[in-house]
């Protein structure tokens, strides 16, 4: 869920920060089998987090909100974040084991399969959003966890008139909706008047539509080799929202957000993603 604030200068992405451990194996283990990987590496994860990188390194001043460990680890993924660019002077610490996401990737088919655990750690509140000065941004992403307390931060945000929707195709197959297509023209009834709403569905690429019913659809651009899906939603956000910051239009925005988010699918992290 996204609002685009009052003009100036960052992107302020609302979510969860993570430590994620990759496995990379050469096909999916079967129950009880004992599997060795060809190579594991840890990074940062988290959708909010994920998506401010791949801003930054498209040259978006974008800042980082949500709590973080105090602990080592926490402390490790913090910098990691900082490395690509990312503000992080406002964010909330919480003396909790950082969460973690222990990931399965098939390097046969690409394929990641997430385990994740939060470790009790504690969730961003409507009071720690409050203390922002809200004029310094000019769009801010929420994360959609943690309902309560973000439905609490998105009233706060002023000018809170023009609105954009994103919904996962794991939500909106819950929902019953079995393309993208379908998802944001049934949707678009439900929402509030002047809400944009769109929808990534992998390797059949994205929907979007505006307000007024237009509606728009971009192809996926898939990678020459599969290698690594995970936050390739995340990645897609972000393209989204930069395209939309510097006025593509919804259909320039949709190119953008297909086309970055096949980069990523094509190699390991976010870095050398470009526009």
């Excluded at 964010?91 to 399969?113: A, K, L």
């Excluded at 929420?142 to 439905?151: I, K, L, P, Q, S």
């Amino acid at each position: 869920m996204s609002a685009a604030g009052k003009e100036s200068k960052r992107v302020l992405m609302v979510g969860l920060l993570c430590q994620d451990i990759l496995n990379l194996v050469d096909h999916y283990p079967t129950e009880d089998e004992d599997v060795r990987c060809v190579n594991q590496f840890w990074q940062k994860g988290g959708n909010a987090a994920n998506s401010a990188c791949v801003l930054s390194s498209l040259g978006e001043t974008t800042e980082y909100l949500g709590t973080v460990s105090s602990r080592a680890e926490g402390s490790s993924a913090l910098k990691e974040l900082q490395t690509f660019g990312v503000l992080t002077e406002h964010v909330v610490y919480s003396d909790c084991p950082i969460p973690t996401s222990c990931v399965i990737i098939n390097t046969q088919t690409g394929s990641r399969t997430i385990i994740h655990g939060t470790r009790n750690m504690a969730e961003l509140t409507a009071e720690d959003f409050s203390s922002l000065d809200l004029t310094r941004y000019r769009w801010i992403h929420f994360e959609g966890r943690n309902t309560v307390e973000v439905c609490k931060m998105m009233e706060i945000v002023e000018d809170f008139n023009k609105k954009v929707l994103f919904v996962s195709k794991e939500y909106a197959e819950s929902c019953g909706f079995a393309s993208a297509k379908e998802t944001v023209k049934k949707l678009l009834q439900r929402v509030k008047k002047g809400c944009t709403v769109l929808c990534a569905w992998g390797d059949q690429g994205a929907d979007g539509i505006t307000p007024e019913g237009t509606h728009y659809h971009c192809q996926a651009f898939p990678p020459e080799k599969v290698v690594d899906t995970l936050g390739a939603g995340d990645t897609f956000n972000a393209a989204v929202i930069w395209g939309l910051c510097r006025g593509t239009g919804l259909e320039g925005a949709l190119t953008m957000g297909c086309r970055i988010a096949g980069q990523k699918c094509g190699q390991f992290g976010y870095k050398n993603l470009h526009s």
